[in-house]
């Protein structure tokens, strides 16, 4: 019988249960109205020529990986992939400081963080398609990576400047 119970205790999951971060169900009738309506006719899609990322980290292998997933994602939404490349030497922030905190200048310790950079450009996104795809890459960011988009918006030539 301990046996069995030990066996039924270790199959049972340790941890708890994710938070479910939305909701499909209706809150109220009221709102039901609002979900049934269609969007707005007439409003035009905002057009990016370019959208640019800049990552940031301290591993270059995991940065190359993310760059690969980054790719794939956009040729799976059918964007248009332009260059991507990375700085040839990371960028090193050194800070020195005094081994004792009284007295011994001489005696000195010295700490380095190394930076890695790789940029992406992707061309010619819609507004929705551009939302699509920063919300599925930003969500699957790894740990020790940080990033930075850069968007280009396409907008028409004022009324005062066509004449």
Not at 69 to 76: D, N, Q, R, S, V
Not at 118 to 139: N, P
């Amino acid at each position: 019988m301990l046996k069995w119970f030990n066996i039924s205790r270790s199959l049972a999951p340790l941890a708890p249960r994710p938070v479910r971060w939305y909701s499909d169900a209706v809150v109220a009738s009221t709102s039901q109205a609002a979900v049934d309506q269609p969007p707005p006719v007439g409003v035009p899609d905002k057009l990016y020529s370019r959208v640019e990322l800049q990552m940031k980290g301290i591993d270059p292998e995991v940065m190359k990986s993310y760059a690969l997933y980054a790719k794939t994602a956009a040729e799976h939404l059918d964007i248009e992939v332009g260059k991507h490349w990375t700085l040839r030497k990371a960028v090193k922030d050194r800070l020195t400081l005094l081994k004792s905190v009284h007295i011994y200048k001489k005696h000195r310790v010295q700490y380095e963080v190394r930076n890695y950079y790789r940029f992406m450009h992707f061309h010619k996104l819609t507004g929705s398609t551009l939302d699509t795809f920063l919300e599925y890459i930003e969500r699957n960011l790894p740990e020790g990576i940080a990033l930075k988009v850069t968007k280009v918006e396409l907008q028409e030539l004022p009324e005062h400047l066509r004449k």
